[in-house]
Structure formats: C-alpha cells, structure tokens
C-alpha cells in the first residue's frame, strides 16, 4: 500500500514538473509565447502548423535558458546616449543613422548574451524572450542593408522603422532586478525623431505627442 501511495506521489511531482514545458510547447502555449512570430513561422512553412511548432518548439529548447547578461547602470547609460545621438542626427543623414541603429543593436544584443554564428540565429534566440517586437530589428537589419545599395529608401519608411525597432532596444537597455548598482534615469528614451517643417527648419516632437507621419 506503502508503495502504491509513493508512485502516485511520484507520478503528480512529475505531472507538476513537465506541465508548463508541455502546455509551452502545445499549439496554444507557443501561440501566446511567440504571437506574431507563430504566424510568421507557419507563413514561412506554407501553412504548415506542426512545422512551425516543431521550430519555435526547437527554439526554445535551445535557447530557453541562454543566461542573459547583467548591463551596468553606466552601460545602459552609454546604449541610451548613443541612441540618442543618431536619433538626432537622423534629418542630416537618416541612411546613416539606420545603419547605426543596426550595428547599435547588435552589438547591445551581444552583450545581453544573445551573440550567434548568423543574424537569423541571433533573431531566434532573441525572439525566445521577445517575440513581439523582434521582427522590428528584422525589418531595421534589411533596411540598413538597403541604404547600402544604389537605390531610392523612403525616408519616412526608414523612420518607421527605427521608431518600431527602438522598443526591442528598450526591452534590451532597460534595468532588470538583478542588475547590480542603483537604477538611474535614461536620457530622453523617447521616440523623438526629427522632422522638417514646411519651412524647412527641423522640428522635434513634443514630449507626450504622438509621433505623426512626416509632411
């Protein structure tokens, strides 16, 4: 009786152990964990859902427990102040300052601990804990890529996409509990990209207005 009543314990301390990975890596768990990157993956598989499971599934194996570097309080500082800059410097030379936003990133994404072999490694593992706004660094890196070239970039687009990329920077940058020293408030992380105005002087957005498509 003794051993019937120590398997059955056994049993429900198991059943507690593999529950979240199962209910994670089941079709409802890896669509709440990864949101649109799920779609993305079924899309890139041809509709194929178990496919698309079976890769975020492998994502999360293998990069579900990267250890994610600590950033000092200075670090962060230094990340915010050169987001800043090129943020500023975007009317002068917006091309330019895109290709700093992706170098920028990927070099504070490294330093968090998601350094990788490939660029589309490096956007796996870090889709892992930040699906929702990953694809937005996708889109910054084949963008800078294309101001490289010979051809026409739209400004405005390049603009929307150094906005839409700068939230996974502050998901990055931002202070964690366990980052050691004291916490301390970042230059002006808000979205304030320079526009020209009609009458060609350059304008900046209004702390608290909503960052509006360019004239």
Do not use: C
């Amino acid at each position: 009786m003794t051993l019937v009543i120590l398997v059955a314990a056994l049993g429900a301390m198991a059943a507690l152990v593999f529950a979240p990975a199962v209910r994670q890596s089941g079709r409802g768990g890896l669509m709440n964990r990864f949101g649109p990157e799920y779609d993305r993956a079924v899309s890139r598989h041809n509709g194929d859902e178990k496919a698309a499971q079976w890769e975020l599934s492998e994502r999360v194996r293998h990069y579900g427990d990267l250890p994610i570097q600590r950033l000092s309080p200075e670090a962060r500082e230094q990340y915010a102040a050169r987001w800043a800059g090129l943020q500023e410097h975007f009317v002068d030379a917006p091309a330019h300052a895109v290709r700093e936003a992706d170098r920028l990133l990927g070099e504070l994404a490294v330093e968090r601990g998601y350094g990788s072999e490939s660029h589309e490694e490096q956007m796996d593992a870090i889709s892992v804990r930040h699906a929702y706004v990953v694809d937005a660094y996708r889109q910054l890196h084949l963008m800078a890529a294309r101001t490289r070239g010979d051809g026409h970039v739209d400004t405005e687009r390049m603009r929307e996409v150094l906005v839409s990329a700068r939230v996974l920077f502050e998901e990055l940058v931002r202070a964690q509990p366990h980052d050691k020293g004291p916490r301390r408030r970042h230059p002006s992380l808000r979205p304030v990209l320079p526009q020209q105005n009609r009458g060609g002087h350059r304008s900046g957005r209004i702390p608290g207005q909503r960052l509006g498509p360019a004239r």
